[in-house]
């Protein structure tokens, strides 16, 4: 059995100073005033004198390792001990050649697929608890936010594209209405009532809009008109016919 040691490290590795101060602060702040979290790296030890993490490259594994707690490019921070192992060492060589392998470093991603994601997984095949909530916090709340407005977007699209096609099949019942009425209607054209207009379905399919106040004042004045001028024409036919 050996001890499974988890080292943790502030993010300071921005290159601009002013960046990396406001890291610690958001660190300080964040887990060390009200333990919620912060921004880490973090690295597993077991057995020998290297902690093994994940970063990025362009090509290769982005497995690597370096001294405990030496990581240049990192402020030390502090270490847990997560329990011990029973595997060997043999085993636990042959656990990092599996990490490497699926673990190529063009794949890190901060918030989904990042050094302590990869501690994680270790962690869990040597056995040993995970590590604490607080040292992924951060990554885990921006990555379910970015899956929330995705799912947003989507729910979104798929709600418009539903409106604009019950809206055609719509158009393509009322069109079919106001034909089979056209056919329907016996007598000369010219004293036909006035046919169901479906223009702002039209307008609904092409741009998404319905109609406005003043297009349905405007079509309810013009139905009104034909329809007085049509009750005029049959009045006096049937004044002419009475006369004759």
């Not at 707690?69 to 502090?78: F, Q």
């Not at 079509?219 to 002419?240: A, G, H, I, V």
Request: glycine share 8%.
């Amino acid at each position: 059995m050996t001890e499974v040691i988890l080292h943790i490290y502030d993010v300071t590795n921005s290159g601009n100073e002013k960046t990396n101060n406001t890291i610690m602060q958001i660190n300080k702040i964040f887990k060390d005033g009200i333990g919620f979290g912060g921004i880490f790296h973090s690295a597993v030890q077991v057995y020998g004198d290297e902690e093994w993490s994940f970063g990025y490259c362009e090509q290769g594994t982005g497995v690597f390792s370096c001294p405990p707690t030496k990581n240049p490019m990192y402020t030390y921070r502090e270490s847990i001990k997560l329990g011990k192992t029973s595997f060997s060492i043999f085993s636990i060589n042959q656990i990092l050649r599996e990490l490497s392998r699926e673990w190529p470093g063009h794949t890190y991603d901060l918030l989904s697929k990042n050094c302590n994601h990869f501690c994680d997984e270790f962690c869990e095949r040597l056995g040993v608890p995970k590590l604490p909530g607080w040292v992924n916090r951060f990554a885990h709340a921006g990555d379910a936010a970015v899956e929330m407005a995705g799912n947003t977007a989507y729910r979104w699209r798929q709600a418009k594209t539903e409106i604009v096609s019950a809206s055609k099949v719509a158009y393509r019942f009322l069109s079919g209405v106001a034909s089979n009425n056209a056919q329907d209607s016996p007598g000369n054209s010219a004293t036909e009532g006035p046919k169901p207009q479906a223009t702002w379905f039209k307008n609904l399919i092409s741009s998404g809009a319905k109609p406005s106040s003043s297009e349905l004042e405007n079509r309810d004045e013009e139905t009104t008109r034909q329809q007085r001028k049509q009750d005029e024409e049959t009045c006096l036919r049937s004044n002419s016919q009475h006369h004759v």
